[in-house]
């Protein structure tokens, strides 16, 4: 049933002056960009799992094709209240109580590098599940960010954590020149059983953190913060199983492969690589 539009807006308490001018009503230019640009951002925004903020969101819709400014996206997001999940605070464990050699610190907060597998850097963090701890260990070339090894295990022998690392490392990224190897002081990095294991390779050169000093393997320490606070927080895992099919997830498809890294310029691991690919096939 239709009704007069003089009684409805009779009814409504308006005049027809009002009603016929929002009729005639369009949305501006810059009202339809702004709900399609709102829409990628909360695509984008739900891609990452509520991880990212402005800044790597701008330059997802750059990549995308869409020039925005991070200002204007940052606003949008406000007004939307959508947010980055926050940051807490984090606890380093690293049991350095023991008798093995020590090496000094030859990286010395130098994070800058020239070519792959140049320096890797290496650290064991503790992750809770229902069933006992889970350990993970992870080595990260510095050039790319890139997690060339990992390893899950219930025990924190060295042959669990970092030889398994280790292995799939230099499998996945056998270096050819010196490498400089960079963990903390923890026993597996300082024992024999490692140690042995580098020995078999003369291009390495060990460095190690100062005691007590996280901030001298600040790109390992980072990977494990993003890792909590962007996954194992968000989550309760009933068993190791659960924590390892999430963590290899993770770290495989999302930091190795579409993560943006601010320390790339906010690329990908696989944008930077193809830029540097570019480069080179350009000179």
């Not at 993560?259 to 690329?267: F, I, K, V």
Request: charge should be positive.
């Amino acid at each position: 049933m239709e009704f007069p539009v003089g009684k409805m807006c009779k009814v409504f308490k308006v005049s027809k002056s009002s009603y016929y001018s929002w009729r005639r009503w369009l949305p501006s230019k810059r009202t339809n960009e702004n709900r399609m640009l709102l829409f990628e951002i909360r695509r984008i925004h739900q891609m990452s799992k509520a991880t990212y903020g402005s800044p790597r969101i701008t330059k997802e819709l750059n990549v995308n094709g869409f020039k925005v400014s991070r200002p204007r996206v940052a606003r949008l997001m406000n007004q939307a209240k959508l947010k980055a999940v926050q940051s807490r605070k984090y606890v380093v464990t690293t049991d350095s109580n023991h008798k093995y050699p020590l090496v000094e610190n030859k990286l010395n907060r130098d994070f800058s590098t020239e070519r792959k597998a140049q320096v890797w850097v290496s650290d064991i963090t503790y992750i809770r599940t229902l069933s006992g701890w889970l350990y993970l260990t992870v080595i990260i070339d510095l050039f790319d960010r890139k997690v060339v090894g990992w390893s899950m295990s219930n025990g924190l022998k060295a042959g669990q954590t970092v030889i398994a690392a280790w292995r799939m490392a230099i499998k996945n990224r056998p270096p050819q020149k010196t490498l400089t190897f960079h963990s903390d002081r923890g026993i597996q990095y300082a024992c024999t059983a490692f140690t042995n294991v580098l020995d078999q390779y003369k291009m390495v050169d060990r460095s190690m953190s100062r005691k007590g000093n996280c901030w001298d393997n600040a790109v390992a320490e980072s990977y494990f913060k993003t890792i909590k606070i962007e996954l194992i927080y968000r989550n309760k895992y009933k068993n190791r199983e659960d924590a390892s099919a999430d963590i290899f997830e993770w770290t495989e498809t999302w930091y190795n492969r579409n993560r943006r890294h601010s320390a790339l310029g906010n690329l990908t691991i696989e944008e930077f690589e193809s830029q540097l690919n570019q480069i080179k096939n350009a000179a």
